[in-house]
């Protein structure tokens, strides 16, 4: 019984890991500018499927997973400076709206490119898995954790050492201000853009040896990774870690000892209930606002 415990939480913190760096990049994007990018799953899908299409060209892996994040790095630059920099003026709503056409666009240019077929990508480590009191964790897994731990401990020193860092979080509490001090808060923008699009595709090359990447895998992925963002509370870097996590081990946990066929309504379902007794999510800022 705690044999099968253990490997139900194996495979939820696995994905949920997936789903924090996912949530990231969401929460990069929201607190530079306070859109929700919702082609944020179509970068996870870029960076799989790009990596398998270059491990089929004899390209060494490290070198594919470079060229497959640098391509998903100027595809962010690019959504932002042809589709959100254009409409800087406009409404949130109008620039939410233009992230769901930018993903649109993406997965159908995917679906010409690569075809509706799923492709499978080997794992990066010799043995496929280790037996651990019993439950079996796939070395994959372990590079997943490992990968999110890093660029999750990176993110945070780039965040609290680095200049660019607190530029961009000077620009979310307060783009006028942050304008009147000299930054420049359409490059910030941009560069939250190029961020949470590095944090997709890594999310999507680690995870594809373990669930397979195609040309749609990034709508069902992204929208995890928006709901991991909403449960720890859009804006918090600890929120969407912590959400991610929850929502992957809730995700794993059901499909284990109820059943599979229900392993998606989980994300919808915890987003309800938690946003119901916290409407700004596990971590979210609490605000005062005068009426």
Not at 6 to 33: D, E, K, M, R, W
Not at 79 to 98: E, F, S, Y
Not at 235 to 244: I, N, P, R
Not at 267 to 282: C, D, N, V
């Amino acid at each position: 019984m705690f044999a099968e415990f253990l490997q139900y939480l194996f495979s939820g913190v696995t994905i949920g890991a997936t789903y924090a760096l996912v949530a990231l990049g969401f929460t990069l994007v929201y607190n530079a500018s306070h859109v929700i990018n919702f082609a944020q799953g179509e970068f996870l899908m870029i960076g799989g499927m790009s990596t398998v299409s270059l491990l089929a060209m004899g390209v060494p892996l490290p070198l594919a997973i470079a060229m497959a994040v640098a391509l998903a790095a100027v595809l962010g630059v690019a959504l932002h400076k042809l589709a959100i920099a254009p409409a800087r003026k406009a409404d949130v709503i109008t620039l939410i709206i233009i992230t769901i056409g930018a993903s649109i666009f993406l997965r159908g240019l995917a679906q010409i490119i690569w075809g509706k077929e799923f492709h499978a990508m080997p794992s990066f480590s010799a043995t496929e898995s280790v037996n651990v009191l019993g439950a079996v964790m796939y070395t994959q897994s372990l590079w997943v954790l490992a990968v999110a731990g890093v660029l999750v401990l990176l993110l945070a020193l780039f965040f609290t050492r680095t200049l660019m860092g607190k530029a961009i979080l000077a620009t979310s509490m307060n783009p006028g201000a942050a304008r009147l001090m000299g930054i420049r808060t359409q490059f910030v923008l941009m560069l939250a853009f190029m961020l949470a699009a590095v944090l997709g595709a890594m999310a999507g090359i680690m995870v594809a040896p373990v669930t397979l990447t195609a040309y749609d895998i990034g709508i069902m992925l992204g929208l995890k990774g928006f709901v991991a963002a909403a449960i720890g509370g859009m804006g918090s870097g600890v929120g969407a870690v912590v959400g991610g996590l929850l929502l992957g081990i809730a995700e794993a946990m059901t499909a284990g000892y109820i059943s599979s066929d229900y392993k998606d309504a989980v994300a919808f379902l915890l987003i309800l209930l938690i946003l119901f007794f916290m409407p700004r999510g596990l971590f979210g800022a609490r605000v005062a606002e005068r009426v």
